[in-house]
């Protein structure tokens, strides 16, 4: 069983800056494809950005292209999640989630992330 743990969410003005981290258990980690997804009030919960399981490729909603910027560190098992240039739309739960068989399976508990005008 995979668990996922985010940290570094909070409170940040417009045009601020957040990080954010997720710390994997289990041995799959470095083999799997990784994502960040977030779910803002009244919303469906939707794509941020992704990155497979060597971080030799990344991909991002057009929303937060330019902007956000996903990374990993197997050695350590964490993905990451350097958000620039925040804005008060990008205020959302936001979710770790691990690929298994091409689907995202693991999920972690979910992080708030507040940007305040």
């Known amino acids: 069983q995979v668990q996922l743990v985010e940290s570094g969410g909070g409170l940040v003005q417009a045009g601020g800056s957040l990080r954010l981290s997720c710390v994997a258990s289990?041995?799959?980690?470095?083999?799997?494809?990784m994502g960040w997804f977030r779910q803002a009030p009244g919303k469906e919960r939707e794509f941020v950005a992704g990155i497979i399981w060597n971080g030799g490729s990344t991909n991002y909603a057009d929303s937060v292209k330019g902007r956000f910027t996903i990374s990993r560190d197997n050695a350590k098992n964490a993905v990451y999640l350097q958000m620039n240039s925040l804005k008060t739309e990008d205020t959302a739960v936001y979710y770790c989630?691990?690929?298994?068989?091409?689907?995202?399976?693991?999920w972690g508990q979910g992080i708030q992330v507040t940007v305040s005008s």
């Open positions: 289990g041995r799959t980690f470095s083999s799997s494809t």
């Open positions: 989630a691990g690929q298994q068989r091409s689907v995202f399976a693991y």
